[in-house]
């Protein structure tokens, strides 16, 4: 045999057992298949649960119905004293004319007593006389009367001694119910002039009710406002 015989042949051995190991063995029982991919259609998971928040639920506050109690400040407590009759709607007899503003100095009467000394209030450019007395005086309808309290300068809040000036409204007094908030009245007594600062007003229904606790502050005027009876409070500066 020639070399080229030779190289040939051991070509051919080479070959044949190249193509013996490269051939496909027979099938492994044991191998595990590989999964399928996933398809192409929509996702089979079920949507996730939409969360939600529960419902609040608040009780509503009840505001508490207006009270008429009159506004009285932290530091002036109320007094307790009945009031005059307001309840008359026009004078039972002609109003007497109003006498002039006296000079606030002492006086001696014809019995030689020494009469009580002249007391004057102003409110803006409007005077009055202010005297002591009673339902009779008030009906009178001449001056302004001090119903209650202790003599002015004297006054205090705070151990419920109020000085109360009323007046028919009829009489020309009316104002002492509707005057403003921080409104000065100004009270000349023979020995000093005493400020007051109004600080609130109460109304209260029907005219000559009872005025029972309706009087707070060093002073109180009182007066009708209509079918209805108001007061003024005020606080000494």
Not at 57 to 71: D, F, G, N, S, V
Request: charged content about 15%.
């Amino acid at each position: 045999m020639t070399a080229r015989g030779c190289v040939a042949a051991a070509l051919s051995v080479v070959c044949a057992a190249l193509l013996t190991g490269c051939g496909a063995g027979p099938a492994d029982p044991q191998a595990v298949r590989a999964p399928a991919p996933p398809s192409a259609g929509p996702a089979s998971r079920p949507p996730a649960p939409v969360r939600t928040t529960p419902p609040v639920t608040t009780t509503p506050t009840r505001t508490p119905p207006p009270t008429r109690t009159p506004p009285g400040p932290t530091r002036r407590p109320a007094t307790s004293l009945s009031g005059p009759d307001f309840s008359r709607t026009t004078p039972a007899a002609p109003p007497a004319k109003r006498s002039p503003t006296p000079t606030p100095v002492a006086s001696t009467g014809s019995d030689g007593r020494r009469a009580a000394p002249a007391i004057t209030l102003r409110i803006g450019t409007w005077s009055a006389r202010i005297v002591r007395g009673g339902q009779d005086t008030i009906d009178a309808c001449r001056d302004a009367v001090q119903w209650a309290g202790p003599d002015f300068g004297n006054e205090d809040g705070y151990k419920m001694r109020t000085i109360v000036v009323v007046g028919h409204d009829y009489c020309g007094f009316s104002q002492f119910a509707t005057l403003p908030v921080s409104t000065v009245v100004t009270v000349e007594t023979p020995r000093t002039v005493l400020r007051y600062k109004v600080y609130a007003r109460h109304l209260t229904p029907g005219r000559g009710t009872p005025a029972h606790g309706l009087y707070w502050g060093d002073l109180t005027l009182q007066s009708c406002v209509g079918p209805d009876t108001g007061f003024t409070y005020l606080m000494r500066t």
